[in-house]
T-cell receptor, first 114, second 114 residues
Framework: AQTVTQSQPEMSVQEAETVTLSCTYD???????LFWYKQPPSRQMILVIR??????QNATENRFSVNFQKAAKSFSLKISDSQLGDAAMYFC???????????FGKGTRLHILP | GAGVSQSPSNKVTEKGKDVELRCDPI?????LYWYRQSLGQGLEFLIY????????KSGLPSDRFSAERTGGSVSTLTIQRTQQEDSAVYLC????????????FGPGTRLTVT
């Protein structure tokens, strides 16, 4: 069975600093996608960044980047120059290419300290 | 509309009552998903629709849960004889079609069973 594990229930970072959120996953599939979603208090899930497993290059989106280690089944999210608006729950998620449902981790609550 | 909408935003019901939760996907999106988010947990997949048919119902937790989709658009998730453990946020997402990896989420319905 595919699983997604986020080992950090909560994290805090000083505004303007860099923070890394950890995620590991387990799968026997070779083709899959990985995602980081942000969920602010409004409950709206927002896609932050995605990575196709066949791509070796790590995805980046402005201040957000990932460190994708396929052999280790690790997919961490780095947030640079943290801003107050980054405070939210962050979910790591997995989807097999042949499947349609997304499997989510339990989330990491990120606090930004002014 | 611009995004996925869900109604009601919040629902409080007594144990044993039936509830209906509604999801309006993004216009033109053929794929629709229901997830459940219990307190402190990640999202749990419930059911997936492609058009009006549900090829994957594997996540429905019991026969008290059912869902339908009509006209390839609006979907209703029905929970019969609600139990306190059904209390959660129910999130709906839509996608342009199968094989498109990005899902767009609605704001969810917070269900509280007293």
């Amino acid at each position: 069975a595919q699983t997604v594990t986020q080992s950090q229930p909560e994290m805090s970072v000083q505004e303007a600093e860099t923070v890394t959120l950890s995620c590991t996953y387990d799968t026997s599939e070779s083709d899959y996608y990985l995602f980081w979603y942000k969920q602010p208090p409004s409950r709206q899930m927002i896609l932050v960044i995605r990575q196709e497993a066949y791509k070796q290059q790590n995805a980046t989106e402005n201040r957000f980047s990932v460190n994708f280690q396929k052999a280790a089944k690790s997919f961490s999210l780095k947030i640079s120059d943290s801003q107050l608006g980054d405070a939210a729950m962050y979910f790591c998620a997995y989807r097999a290419q042949r499947d349609d449902k997304i499997i989510f981790g339990k989330g990491t609550r990120l606090h930004i300290l002014p | 509309g611009a995004g996925v909408s869900q109604s009601p935003s919040n629902k409080v019901t007594e144990k044993g009552k039936d509830v209906e939760l509604r999801c309006d996907p993004i216009s033109g999106h053929t794929a629709l998903y229901w997830y459940r988010q219990s307190l402190g947990q990640g999202l749990e997949f419930l059911i997936y629709f492609q058009g009006n048919s549900a090829p994957d119902k594997s996540g429905l937790p019991s026969d008290r849960f059912s869902a339908e989709r009509t006209g390839g658009s609006v979907s209703t998730l029905t929970i019969q004889r609600t139990q306190q453990e059904d209390s959660a946020v129910y999130l709906c997402a839509s996608s342009p079609g199968p094989g498109v990896f990005e899902q767009y989420f609605g704001p969810g319905t917070r269900l509280t069973v007293t």
